[in-house]
């Protein structure tokens, strides 16, 4: 990884474009500078360019791209990671594809099914595989301790699971739309990571809201999936706890009932008052922290040894079945009865 | 409580008559000679008569009556405790309220809406209260703590219930009306319990069904219940685990939620081979042996006192409810979708 | 247990005689006229007679005795509980074996390990056997389970047990040498119950008092002992926690280690702020008033069946090595060094 | 970090050289290869240089030293990373400290306290700052809570540590000194650590050996610590449980009582035959992996910026104070009581 290797043809780092630097892809940007091995931020691109500018200025050898689609084509680019807003990823995946170039894809893949297939399409119709989808938490310690157990067999045959997601707060305007596309996706994901079958159908169960819930927005909610082989997902999602952020996953196997997201605490204290306990983390990072870093680490080493995709990496595919499973949940919210999830063949 | 007290026309101790000594009826018998204070069982009666007497031997001063209406009349019982085939239930509370002697009737009330709607019907007809059902549960110390903890507000405006119930096994023949029958009934009372308000429709979710899970039985499944205000209710029952007995409910309101049913472990071991935890009970006696212990203590206090019937105590009208949701959620069985739940006024 | 009963020279209950009724006193009043099966309060007696005959109106057929002696004595009492102070516990105890009739006597057993010494030969003398003393802990199913866990020898040899006691607070006044004979006695019998052998020395670790000590008080402080076999027990003292009431046990075996008293709590909850947990019960009653009933129903059916003593119950010699223990334990608060316990041989 | 930076003279990358490739320094060579951002190993050396060439042949760019000396002294390497025996630390140490380039020395600093000593007076001489210690468990996620906690007065003054230190099993030959030197340190530098203050006295308590323990090895042992300023440790070694490892500290503070190193399981099984629990790693690396990383990231981060020693992190100071309490610790061991720690002017 230096001027003394022997393969001089190959960058000494992966060279990464990252496109779009708001909160997540600065956050990108810095942990690709500061933690992950093997790659340097070569360069950035932003609809607003002073703050690419910015953020370019931060990073030692890196430049600013003029479009996402100077940066794709770039010669200094091995890799594109995309963090632009979800309504660009389509088009930008599929001139990743078409440049040859690997790409990791924050999630969304697309805005709707029929767009997310189209990404499949064009990387089957390339012969190659180039994109990752940014499902981090397939990298997290305790989801892959849980998929590892659950494909090893040791919890028997699946029946059930159980999904539970809390959010302290959200900000204005979060509406039911949105508990599906950006909280309940993570759950649909995990659903095909675990179980590696598709999603047949939907339903949404409304109890009455709670009181910080937003006019017309139900939380609490509950969402019901049934996969092909008939298996059954709930998702309870509540994004106004007030409390902490929160992410359970219970399996129902006939060998074991495994259970994990429920120690999210480390230091365990007794305070005056007679209460004990802990803290929960007031959002998603320093639950998931790592999982950001090992994905994108995972990432990083795929590109360096050509295959492109790690291991438990989402792929397009993973992100077609989610927006097809995201379109059948929002129709859910008000059909009071189990939504069929629409899924064409795998190309 | 003894030959001294001034008042002599009250019995020392309630005098307690017991329908039904099977296995049920015979451990009620041992606890009031074991282990409740202010009662002895004076009379006992049995479909087997010879049973009836070898537990009326193993007690002192016990005798056998002939039948339950001897026994329900008899001068010397003071109270009577039906612990008969449900089948029987009925038209022996009714006989008790007629005779005006407190009851503790085992589940159900009846065996179909109509027949508790009758219990409650007489029972209101009678001017007094007498009828006590032994949803237990509601005397274990976990769930009183929890009611409390709701009824106090500290938890806020509840939303969602979620219940658990696990058996390691069944005998066969357990069949998905017995799902509902004999495990979600108890489940259907906490609701009641917990959340003061009778349950509107109920829906069935049937995943595929375990190894375990006998023909055409759907174990696990899971029940939804939406209450008269909108809350929504999961019962998740799986009684096949082949590992032990555990009942959970967790509690989401807008200022805390709670959960009991952790924690049924006492000794945590750690053991060579690099394994740590604890054992889960078999069956319901250790998890529930101090709620039927409580129970009856609170039903014999409040025989004593003359309220006959304990303040945490289910009534008639609860065996009504639960009657009635038991037949709407037999009938989701099949249905796929939510069932009404069909409640007639409170007379 | 009625006037049925074809053995009328036997009372149909227990009849208890109560020695002093304050807090401790009263509490086993109320505790026998609600909760014990098989028992009666039909005597109490106290210094302040006023109190006494308070105590005796609450309880229908009781009367108040005009001192301890007449109480022991007298025709209508079977056995005799000992709720008095601490110096008059020998006197008393003694004249309970005299008069042989069995004795609860709550601890101490006496004021010096001489005195508890010559209660042990009082009995021994008597051919009979009376004594029980009050270490409720040992009906604690928490202690009765890992006492069992111990005896099976599941856990393997045991080489370090790991006591912890913790009080929110304590009155003032509450000297090192309280710290010993009221707290850490309770550790001291759980070694002699759980090991089932003498303790020989011990040694007072003193660190820094925290602010909330008392002046010339060592809180928190640390007891080590060593039993006849070599094992070694830390106890550790904090009983100004400003926190709640802690009991934890754990035993140190070859073929597991187990603990006790980490799950006081019942109800967990998740709170605005980010905080989940549960609460610690202010004081000792939470945690043990199940054992103080058991206690005292195992010493009832004792009595009842002619045992006197019940199974897991603690006796006089279990209270003079108590006696000896905590004399050794106190001259090790200004030793700096191990400290030998000297114990006489078992009559 | 690439050719493109504008400070020519600086290397792109931390040139790190490593001295000695056995185990751990495999270990580290593999990890700054894999993980570790900033940097890489240039040169590495051994005494057995066919292993040195082995791993140097792994890595790009990397080649084989003749001699510590040689490695020290080379312009290819801009820092050094010890882990040759420990024999070898102090003269490792001085010599790169001479060489004016940092270094992270695995532990021990130096075989006794006066070698530990001369190290601190050379870094003090040279006027500069170079030496980091190993001790990784300070850069463990929550041995850092547990310090912020204990530094920002949240948990009150603290009075006692509790330390509890477990192996699954040992090597044969794994004496008594041993589980001073190798285990106990740790806990040594973590009072250290955690109190900051030095230990003034140290007492070790040795109860009847557990069967696996080796002849003449005591296993479990109790090792007592008083600070200076009057705090006490407990430390628990217990090295043959045949379990699993764990590592556990409580803090009695008076304003709360925090433990880390309870919940070292991630997934919660309940399984066939009713139990309950999770797995415990079998050795440190599932509990300390991420702790090296971290270490060595920091290190190199500290190494980059030109301050040379991470906040984090233990120095030569540490070493040395390590070194003088094991000393005091191993004549413990025979003692019987309390033995001073002599510890000199920190220079």
């Known amino acids: 990884m230096s001027s003394t290797d022997t393969a001089p043809a190959l960058p000494a780092d992966v060279r990464v474009g990252v496109i779009g630097v708001g909160q997540m892809g600065a956050d990108h940007v810095e942990r690709i500078a500061r933690r992950i091995k093997g790659a340097r931020v070569a360069v950035v691109t932003d609809y607003f360019r002073d703050k690419a500018q910015q953020i370019a200025d931060s990073v030692p050898g890196c430049r600013v791209a003029e479009s996402p689609e100077e940066l794709i084509a770039a010669d200094d680019v091995d890799a594109v990671l ?204 320093p639950r998931f922290i790592d999982a950001y870093d090992a994905e994108v680490q995972a990432w990083v080493a795929a590109v360096a040894d050509g295959t492109n995709i790690a291991a438990r990496s989402a792929r397009a595919w993973d992100g077609y079945l989610a927006a097809a499973t995201c379109e059948a949940a929002e129709k859910a919210l008000t059909a009071g009865t189990f939504v069929p999830v629409t899924v064409r063949p795998r190309p």
């Open 82 to 285: 995309i963090a632009s807003p979800g309504a660009f990823h389509k088009d930008q995946a599929i001139a990743c594809i078409e440049a040859g170039k690997a790409v990791l894809c924050e999630k969304p893949l697309a805005m709707n099914p029929e767009d997310a297939y189209a990404v499949v399409e064009a990387e089957k119709a390339s012969g190659g595989q180039y994109v990752s989808l940014g499902f981090m938490r397939r990298f997290d310690r305790e989801y892959a301790e849980l998929k590892d157990a659950i494909d090893s067999g040791e919890l028997g045959e699946i029946s059930i699971l159980n999904c539970k997601h809390r959010n302290a707060t959200t900000l204005p305007g979060f509406v039911d739309s949105m508990m599906v596309y950006d909280s309940a996706v993570h759950e649909i994901d995990a659903i095909h990571y675990f179980l590696d079958e598709p999603i047949r159908e939907v339903q949404a169960i409304l109890p009455v809201p709670g009181p910080r819930a937003a006019e017309g927005q139900h939380d609490p909610m509950l969402l019901l999936f049934r996969t092909a082989s008939g298996r059954i997902v709930t998702d309870e999602l509540y994004v106004n706890t007030d409390s902490g952020y929160e992410v359970r996953t219970e399996v129902l196997g006939s060998q074991g009932i495994a259970t994990i997201g429920t120690e999210v605490h480390r230091v365990t204290t007794q305070k005056p008052g007679g209460q004990w306990g802990g803290s929960i983390p007031a959002d998603f990072r």
